[in-house]
């Protein structure tokens, strides 16, 4: 076997360097604290980990999870679908202004996040009289969590869908409209399908993000157990209160969603290599 | 020929839509979303602005610079700092072996980088915690030589680290892919070490990709929270992080003072776009 190496690949010491510590960096940053959570769930057996998922509490903070996410997505689709439609096949002044409005959520820090919308509909907010008179409750309630969740995961939908709509460009829409085909027919059948596969990666990072938020979703909770305690913030109360297994069975859960994401967004990539990887 | 000359004259008049599309629907979707913006993002983030000018000047400083506020601002900008300065290290190690090395499991290895995208914040926060705190299996190691990581400034960096490590990497990866490899096969030809090829030719290539995603991670790491309280200890004027006070101020019904801090943190934040924006044009010219 010939000892010459390419010029254009590394000597083998410098390939074992950067591995070895790519290696370390990884395990100490990313996989050990994977293990960390399925080994301090498990620390007292299996049972009492499932007890700790199962009783009313936790129940209770995954219902009020799944809710916020089955609210949040289908908006943010919703509004993914006319922005970036509205934004890839018309030409208008200060479109990259447009596109920037709606990335700031993710320029603004979770807890800034909840803040605008307690001093917007808090007792103290623009709106705090008028709603405490009508007996509505936002903030250290339900539609507050919904309302913070939105704006954290905002983007995520229509940035994935611009790129891609943008690229597909507006020539099939325009045969079909020429061909006699209505608005809504056009969207269903040309564009639609050719944004498939993006509107699911924004759709499954989105998902990721509603029912991962903590930051936001404190500020604006009120920490009701039962009440507005979704998972993360279950997860915080059980491991303040030292009970570790709990917090880190229900971590576990979270966890495992992580996973089943990573797996998900994965295959998409295979299935269509534009979208593009690493957007948060 | 008419066509492109009427075209022109059009393009000369400048329009407001300069080209009258065909497709239908751009009242409706630009009215669905200006909407939407406004009352979900624009507006709440104008309350902000509005609550913290209800004070007079001489309150705005007091509340955006005393000595608590200020001790926050420089544990939060200068752990993201460290923080996104120890991803553009390991970032660009990563990016550079998932591109050009083989080696096993590497599918499950790139599907983990973007595992900080996915899980919780405060699941990360927890368990970062107990790995790093001095019983815990991290913690442990340093724990005999004195040092601390859980529950110090140490420990905000590392859940900081985590927060913004898949930014680095993966906006290095699509440039290094594109990195023409006859480039470097030509300066190894011309007698240059390979030293010399990472260094002037590779590297300045990477520059503008680097420099992007080490703001990036920065700027995700300046606002973080569900990582941070878990391992920062929450010490005041010691670990106490900038957005940990607006909860703490929101808490006692200061929402003048949170709203001021939040302000200094947004203006933070768009300084941060606005640099990213300068970075991505500048490598943009740089490509061109």
């Known amino acids: 076997m010939s000892r010459l190496r390419h010029p254009t690949e590394d000597p083998v010491w410098a390939k074992a360097i950067i591995l070895g510590l790519v290696g370390l960096f990884l395990v100490g940053v990313l996989i050990l604290p994977m293990v960390t959570v399925f080994f301090e769930a498990l620390r007292k057996g299996l049972p009492a980990a499932l007890e700790s998922i199962q009783n009313e509490d936790a129940r209770a903070a995954i219902k009020l999870t799944l809710i916020t996410a089955a609210i949040t997505v289908p908006f943010n689709v919703v509004f993914g679908l006319c922005a970036s439609w509205a934004i890839a096949k018309y030409e208008f002044p200060l479109k990259p202004f447009l596109i920037t409005l709606i990335d700031l959520p993710f320029s603004v820090s979770p807890v800034v996040a909840g803040l605008i919308y307690v001093l917007v509909f808090g007792a103290q907010g623009w709106f705090g009289p008028w709603l405490l008179d009508h007996d509505i409750k936002i903030i250290f309630a339900i539609p507050g969590i919904v309302l913070a969740t939105i704006f954290v995961t905002f983007p995520f939908v229509a940035r994935e869908l611009i790129p891609l709509m943008q690229e597909q460009g507006v020539d099939e829409e325009e045969a079909a409209v020429s061909m006699g085909a209505s608005g809504l027919r056009t969207f269903w059948s040309v564009t639609a399908p050719n944004v498939r596969w993006g509107l699911l990666y924004g759709v ?14 404190s500020v604006v909770s009120g920490h009701i157990r039962g009440l507005t305690n979704t998972m993360p913030l279950h ?12 917090a880190f069975a229900v971590a576990g859960l979270l966890c495992f969603l992580a996973i089943v994401t990573l797996v998900l967004k994965a295959l998409l990539e295979l299935v269509q ?3 593009r990887p690493g957007r948060h | 020929m008419t066509a492109t000359v009427t075209s022109e004259i059009v393009a000369a008049r400048r329009p407001l839509v300069r080209r009258r599309s065909a497709i239908p629907g751009f009242a409706v979707t630009m009215g669905v979303t200006l909407t939407i913006l406004s009352l979900i993002v624009l507006i709440p983030l104008a309350a902000v602005a509005l609550k913290a000018s209800e004070q007079t000047f001489p309150e705005f400083l007091h509340a955006a610079f005393n000595e608590r506020a200020l001790t926050a601002y420089r544990l939060s900008f200068g752990a993201a700092l460290i923080a996104a300065v120890i991803n553009g290290v390991f970032g660009v190690l990563t990016a550079w072996a998932l591109v050009r090395y083989q080696f096993p499991f590497k599918s499950l290895v790139n599907g983990i980088i973007d595992l900080p995208f996915a899980l919780p914040t405060a699941v990360a926060g927890i368990a970062l915690a107990t790995l790093y705190a001095p019983n815990g299996w991290i913690g ?3 724990a005999p030589a004195g040092i601390k990581i ?3 400034p140490l420990g905000v960096v590392i859940a900081l680290t985590f927060i913004g490590l898949p930014f680095v990497v993966r906006t290095l990866e699509p440039v290094m892919r594109d990195l023409a ?13 390979r030293f010399d090829t990472i260094l002037r030719v590779i590297l300045p290539a990477l ?5 992007t995603g080490i703001a990036l991670a920065f700027a995700r790491a300046v606002g973080e929270y569900g990582s941070v309280i878990f391992i920062a200890g929450n010490m005041p004027y010691k670990s106490e992080i900038a957005p940990l006070l607006i909860t703490i101020e929101l808490e006692q019904y200061d929402y003048a003072g949170a ?10 934040s768009f300084l941060m776009l606005f640099v990213i924006n300068a970075i991505q044009a500048w490598a943009r010219r740089l490509g061109q």
């Not at chain 1, 499954?204 to 979703?217: I, K, T």
């Not at chain 1, 997860?235 to 297994?245: P, S």
């Not at chain 2, 490899?181 to 070490?193: C, I, N, Q, R």
């Not at chain 2, 709203?259 to 933070?268: G, K, R, Y």
């Open chain 2, 140 to 142: 442990a190691l340093f």
């Open chain 1, 204 to 217: 499954l990072l989105c998902n990721a993000r509603a029912m991962g938020e903590f930051g936001a979703v």
């Open chain 1, 273 to 275: 290599p534009q979208s």
């Open chain 1, 235 to 246: 997860v915080e109360i059980l491991y303040n209160e030292y009970d570790f297994v709990g």
């Open chain 2, 259 to 268: 709203a001021t801090i939040a302000v200094v943190m947004l203006a933070v």
């Open chain 2, 181 to 193: 490899s006859d480039v470097e096969e030509a300066a190894a030809s011309l007698g240059a070490s």
């Open chain 2, 150 to 152: 859980a529950y110090t």
């Open chain 2, 207 to 211: 520059g503008p990709a680097w420099l």
